[in-house]
């Protein structure tokens, strides 16, 4: 990784082209005729004249715009390493030798083509300097016959030779007249990179390559690889060769990483945005099985290809215990080791023993729970995160939240869809009254209205229950109501959410306590007889009150525990510490014949204030103590002064 290159890479047009093809083809020899690079890296390669690796070369067209070239291996050994460079393609060469045809690794890689649904194809049929006219026209017919239903069925066909450059320039101009018609992918958003390639370079350590699936990446971005954790940081980036600062989604990339060696990281790791994908040791996925593969039994061991990783698995069928050639179906696969996937990534399965690519399809939920089989709300489920709108998919999501509030990112990652379609998909279920949304300090958390008018039927019963139980209180404690409703939200949330059911009077919150809207501790006229005449010895007592552990009741309910709390809370009687009980209106006489004498002499001691008070020290003292609490006096040594 030079840095004495020049610095580019301007956002614009990128995108990659694959070769496909059966083992000695020529497809190395086409990249080369085309590029005048050789991808064969390995020693091995030049000496048996096949591809092992996967090979890789920049590539100019005739416009200016510059795209890479994937060359993989062709030899059925080295599928897994041809899987590992399909991913991410947006063209494929399809290259079949004149002088050998369809061959069995031709069909193979047309699957895996199939499967991982490349989106465009062109035929190109190599070497035709060997066989004459006739020939070529036979091979031509047997090539589109073998190709229907692929992305090649109707696709143009180029006789090529990469020994005397016949066909290559007619081949270029095509593929040129394609990408100005091929779509930009999106730039926006995070950076997900498979890596398929890691070596170190003498003075600069780690450097890894790959495809940019999506996002960008710059110079000194934090990055995260997976599945393993470990983090990074973006020392340089080169995109076919050229030091550059900034790479985008379509583009082959090397990436110099600082703090990690390269014993760390293998092919098959991803690099993100620290945090925003999750490994697992399960997916669920939309599983189809090739036509001509073998049944495929529940709970079969296999091999995932998905990205540039290979993982053992085991796929589990939720509806049948048996998937027929071409069938297709909802499955979890469980892997035997952590899986980094995203919605809507496709993969490859291929047998355990022996190895044949079996069958694939698409990713529905990468960090699902386990399910249990033969569940029809398991399979409705996933019907809708395979094709639901934005608006199904976060109903859905805030419906498997649990407890959860999910703020916009969190709601985006859960939903699996964009940012940038969330916002409108929002905006409908809150005018259509379906979802919820509680502010925090400017933050904003949803909610669906389903689970909200949930809680408030479940809290309500619990309320009605309490009520009936402890008449006398003002309502039940809100910790209460927090750990058995709303484990885990934190203090500011969820006491927004009550604001949110006391301003739709559901509920009040009164002090620390919850309870019914318009509620209010309910006493019978035998009850409030005897209330009454308890309040009016405390009255009268003044500040030589009765001990609370005298009071005898007799009415029901009336557990003097219950009953003193009773009083606090309804502010008649005031319970200072060591159980000393007063009169509130006895409190606030005292309160100010105590302020009215600081007033006049400046300080007061505790036998002052006794005679003052006509008590005695027992009362006085928690009395006093109360008043420095409330900031009326403070203490200074043995007396005691205005606050203020």
Not at 114 to 133: E, M, T, Y
Not at 525 to 532: I, R, V
Request: hydrophobic share 40%.
């Amino acid at each position: 990784m030079d840095p004495s290159k020049g610095m580019s890479g301007k956002m614009g047009k990128h995108f990659i082209i694959g070769t496909a093809g059966h083992v000695d083809h020529g497809k190395t020899m086409l990249v080369k005729a085309m590029t005048g690079k050789d991808t064969d890296r390995l020693k091995e390669e030049k000496e048996r004249g096949i591809s092992i690796e996967l090979g890789f070369a920049p590539i100019r067209l005739p416009s200016g715009i510059q795209a890479g070239i994937v060359d993989v291996p062709g030899h059925e050994r080295f599928i897994k390493n041809m899987l590992a460079g399909v991913g991410g393609m947006d063209l494929v060469l399809l290259v079949i030798a004149a002088d050998e045809g369809v061959m069995p690794q031709t069909t193979e890689h047309l699957d895996i083509i199939k499967l991982l649904q490349v989106p465009q194809g062109i035929i190109v049929i190599s070497k035709i300097d060997l066989v004459d006219a006739d020939w070529l026209d036979l091979v031509e017919e047997e090539i589109k016959e073998a190709v229907k239903g692929t992305v090649f069925d109707g696709a143009p066909v180029f006789r090529v030779s990469s020994t005397t450059g016949e066909g290559i320039r007619e081949l270029l101009d095509y593929i040129d007249q394609m990408a100005a018609k091929m779509k930009v992918r999106p730039s926006t958003g995070w950076p997900r990179l498979a890596i398929d390639r890691v070596f170190t370079i003498a003075g600069f350590g780690t450097v890894v390559t790959g495809t940019l699936i999506e996002g960008k990446v710059k110079v000194g971005d934090p990055l995260e690889i997976l599945p393993k954790g470990l983090g990074t940081r973006v020392r340089n980036i080169q995109v076919h060769g050229e030091k550059v600062n900034e790479a985008y989604a379509g583009q082959r990339v090397a990436l110099n990483l600082a703090n990690v060696e390269v014993e760390e990281v293998r092919r098959g790791d991803v690099l993100t945005w620290p945090g925003r994908l999750k490994p697992s040791h399960r997916i669920d996925v939309k599983l189809q099985l090739l036509e001509n593969a073998r049944q495929l039994s529940h709970r079969a061991r296999v091999r995932v290809h998905i990205g540039t990783s290979e993982i053992l698995a085991r796929i589990i069928l939720l509806d049948r215990d048996e998937l027929n050639p071409g069938e297709v179906a909802y499955a979890q696969v469980e892997c035997e080791e952590p899986i980094v996937a995203a919605k809507g990534d496709r993969f490859v399965i291929r047998s355990y023993s022996p190895m044949h690519t079996i069958g694939g399809g698409t990713v529905i939920d990468a960090n699902p729970a386990k399910h249990k089989r033969f569940r029809p709300d398991v399979i409705e489920a996933l019907a809708t995160k395979e094709k639901g709108t934005p608006e199904e998919l976060v109903i859905q999501a805030l419906g498997t939240a649990g407890a959860e509030l999910l703020a916009h990112e969190a709601l985006a990652k859960a939903a699996g869809i964009p940012e940038t379609e969330l916002t409108p998909a929002l905006e409908s279920l809150k005018k259509a009254g379906k979802i919820r949304v509680i502010s925090v300090e400017g933050k904003q958390f949803y909610i669906s209205d389903d689970k909200f008018q949930q809680w408030a039927r479940d809290i309500t019963g619990v309320l009605e229950e309490y009520h009936r139980k402890f008449p006398l209180r003002p309502g039940m404690p809100k910790e209460e109501i927090r750990s058995r409703f709303f484990p885990g939200i934190n203090n500011k949330l969820y006491n927004a959410i009550l604001q949110v059911f006391e301003e739709e009077q559901k509920f009040t919150l009164t002090g620390d306590s919850l309870a019914l809207f318009g509620y209010v501790p309910r006493v019978d006229p035998e009850q409030a007889k005897e209330l009454a005449a308890v309040a009016e010895q405390f009255l009268q007592g003044e500040f030589q009150p009765p001990a609370w552990k005298d009071m005898v009741f007799t009415g029901k309910d009336m557990d003097p525990e219950e009953v003193l709390n009773y009083f606090v809370n309804q502010n008649i009687l005031v319970k200072l510490e060591d159980n000393v009980i007063l009169h509130r209106d006895v409190f606030e006489k005292g309160k100010q014949k105590i302020i009215d004498y600081l007033k006049e002499k400046g300080e007061i001691t505790l036998a002052e204030a006794r005679d003052l008070l006509n008590s005695s020290r027992k009362y006085i003292l928690p009395f006093l103590n109360r008043l420095d609490k409330e900031k009326v006096t403070r203490r200074v040594e043995d007396k005691r002064i205005l606050y203020k």
